[in-house]
């Protein structure tokens, strides 16, 4: 502001005018750069509800894989503990035939009942893993398992 549109008065004084100053020129209506906040709000919103909408639809595949899997597991565990059994058996039958093999010198031992020694469970505990049948070939005839 220059000067010569103050009133003229003392310019020692440091008072407003009588009148007070002029009006002030300010441009009005400028135009606006950017987003307008409502648009910044509406496609940060958009963005956050398709990245949970993603997030829960990868959690639902997520979920149906491993339902899928637990049901295949559950049909299958018949037939895994059919082959655990006959793992069980022929490694039961190889055992006591070739316990018989060892103890045939000894007159005390009887083939039907076995040594009562050696059982030290009321009860067999299966192994954890299958054990897979070419492991024990040779120890038993296969006439005469089946």
């Known amino acids: 502001m220059s000067w010569s549109r103050v009133p003229r008065m003392d310019r020692a004084l440091e008072m407003p005018p009588k ?5 002030v020129r300010i441009r009005q209506n400028l135009k606006a750069k950017g987003w307008a906040p409502g648009t910044i709000a509406f496609v940060a919103t958009v963005v956050m509800v398709w990245g949970h909408y993603r997030l829960y639809t990868g959690n639902r595949h997520k979920r149906k894989l491993v339902d899928e899997r637990k049901f295949m597991e559950f049909a299958m565990y018949p037939f895994l503990q059919a082959e655990r059994d006959l793992t069980l058996v022929l490694e039961n039958r190889a055992v006591k ?3 018989d093999r060892l103890m045939a010198d000894d007159i005390e031992y009887d083939p039907k009942l ?5 059982y030290r469970h009321k009860h ?3 192994s954890r893993y299958p054990i897979k049948l070419h492991h024990f070939e040779g120890l038993w005839d296969d006439e005469e398992l089946y």
């Open 19 to 23: 009148r007070g100053f002029p009006p």
């Open 97 to 99: 035939k070739k316990l």
């Open 114 to 118: 076995g040594p009562n020694f050696y």
């Open 124 to 126: 067999y505990v299966p």
